[in-house]
Nanobody
Framework: QVQLVESGGGLVQAGGSLRLSCVASGRTFSSYAMGWFRQAPGKERECVAA???????YYADSVKGRFSISRDNAKNTMYLQMNSLKPEDTAVYYC????????????????WGQGTQVTVSS
């Protein structure tokens, strides 16, 4: 069983930055693919970024060049550095984990955090 806890959300002005963290329990963190999703009111949950066990990353087109995903296996922690934030980035951000990279990107991951709110004001 893996438990995920996100933190780092908040209110920021457009153009600002935030760094989200996702701390995972369990001893198999390094073997899991991890991802960040977001869901805005009235919209479907979308994959923002993902990173597999080897460090290969994926980014949605809407965040390429602005967001950066990373992981520190020694700390069982994944990060999402968000720069040049826009009002349309406002959403609840969730982290997820699964042994299967494809499942993560398809929003079918086994383990999910509770979410952290990110609000970007114009």
């Amino acid at each position: 069983q893996v438990q995920l806890v996100e933190s780092g959300g908040g209110l920021v002005q457009a153009g600002g930055s935030l760094r989200l963290s996702c701390v995972a329990s369990g001893r198999t963190f390094s073997s899991y693919a991890m991802g960040w999703f977001r869901q805005a009111p009235g919209k479907e949950r979308e994959c923002v970024a993902a990173v597999n066990w080897s460090g290969t990353t994926y980014y949605a087109d809407s965040v390429k060049g602005r967001f950066s995903i990373s992981r520190d296996n020694a700390k069982n922690t994944m990060y999402l550095q968000m720069n040049s934030l826009k009002p349309e980035d406002t959403a609840v951000y969730y982290c997820c984990a699964d042994a299967n990279r494809v499942a993560v990107q398809a929003a079918l991951a086994t383990f999910w955090g509770q979410g952290t709110q990110v609000t970007v004001s114009s």
